[in-house]
């Protein structure tokens, strides 16, 4: 059982959570993720990690309720507990990886849609740490669905808030505000990761891949099981067959098939859509869900 240290409503719909979980908290990296289960009826659901403290053994989740069981996970309260908080699962971010005196050289630009802000913050945060800073966009509908803005402020270099309605900070979508930087101010970037929604993230890929920035996207959004069992997140990459929670989450953005994955989540949510795509897709489907026997 794993403690809930902190609970907080961050807007209509997405919350923040404070584990205890210091097997966790000692070995997890930015960019990684967790499997939570409420009780042992529970469905299994991964969440990228938004924080930790190996000090304190604590995990910072942010869920967003997109369904039953996230909205059941909103009536859990400081005091209670989660039947099962698993991980580090999923590969760390390639920047955990780098000489840090090389990162130091590197010009970086982080984009990060709606909920999306949660896995960008420890990457900043462990940049910042490690005396590197990055220029950050973080885009939302509207003001009032901003998440983790303070926060973000912290430990960005440069934070541009932007609003597709304009009602805060710079107005549109966050591809304008790229094309602005690169365009209009002169800022130049050696890299470029993007985290959030997949159309978002396929449209500052075309973006970046026009202005010759190398962009990295995490694919948590079309993740399901998160242990490479249902076959969900089955993604191509580069001509490849890879699979978001075991090979990713992050991967080379301009070589994702956006368009493919997308379509393939649609297809993916009926018995007979999951049925056709295995008899499709053979021994790359990933059966093991149960779902397509």
Request: charged share 25%; with cysteine; hydrophobic share 40%.
């Amino acid at each position: 059982m794993f403690k809930i240290l902190e609970k907080k409503q961050l807007n209509d719909n997405i919350y923040l959570m404070v584990i205890e979980a210091p097997r966790v908290a000692k070995s997890c990296e930015p960019g990684q993720f967790v499997i939570v289960r409420m009780d042992e009826e529970g469905e299994r659901i991964p969440l990228t990690i938004c924080d930790y403290s190996r000090e304190n053994g604590t995990v910072t989740i942010v869920f967003q309720t997109v369904g039953a069981e996230t909205t059941r996970m909103t009536n859990l309260q400081a005091g209670e507990y989660m039947h099962d908080f698993v991980g580090p699962l999923g590969c760390p971010s390639e920047f955990v990886k780098e000489d840090i005196e090389e990162l130091k050289k590197k010009k970086i630009l982080f984009v990060a849609g709606g909920v999306g802000t949660a896995p960008v913050y420890p990457q900043v945060k462990w940049l910042k740490e490690h005396g590197v800073d990055a220029d950050v966009i973080v885009g939302a509908k509207t003001k009032d669905i901003l998440i983790l803005e303070k926060e973000m402020e912290a430990v960005a270099g440069n934070l541009y808030v932007t609003t597709d309605d304009g009602s805060y900070g710079r107005s549109g979508m966050v591809t304008t505000t790229i094309a602005d930087l690169v365009t209009k101010e002169g800022k130049s970037y050696d890299v470029c990761v993007a985290i959030g929604p997949m159309i978002m993230m396929k449209f500052v890929c075309k973006q970046t891949k026009e202005l010759g920035i190398p962009t990295v996207v995490s694919l948590n959004p079309i993740m399901v099981d998160g242990t490479g069992m249902c076959g969900a997140c089955r993604v191509t990459v580069g001509g490849e067959v890879k699979f978001a929670c075991v090979d990713g989450p992050e991967f080379d953005g301009h070589l994702v098939d956006f368009d493919q994955a997308m379509k393939r989540q649609q297809i993916y949510k009926t018995a007979e859509g999951r049925a056709m795509l295995a008899i499709k897709e053979g021994d790359t489907h990933h059966g093991g869900c149960g779902n397509c026997s």
